[in-house]
């Protein structure tokens, strides 16, 4: 009965490792995506209004 809470206990944060790191490398490439989306735009300038 031990052994296998054990190996339950195991496979979850096994799955749980793998789940967080799907995650984290799809929010490093919109990150990355984003980095040169900028990139390659014209930076903005903001126009100051005039009276």
Do not use: C, F, H, Y
């Not at 296998?4 to 995506?33: C, F, H, P, Q």
């Amino acid at each position: 009965m031990q052994e296998e809470v054990e190996n339950r206990t195991v496979a979850l944060a096994v799955s749980t490792t793998r789940m967080t790191g799907r995650v984290l490398k799809a929010a490093l490439i919109k990150l990355l995506a984003e980095m040169k989306k900028s990139q390659d735009s014209p930076p903005q300038i903001p126009m100051a209004s005039r009276p």
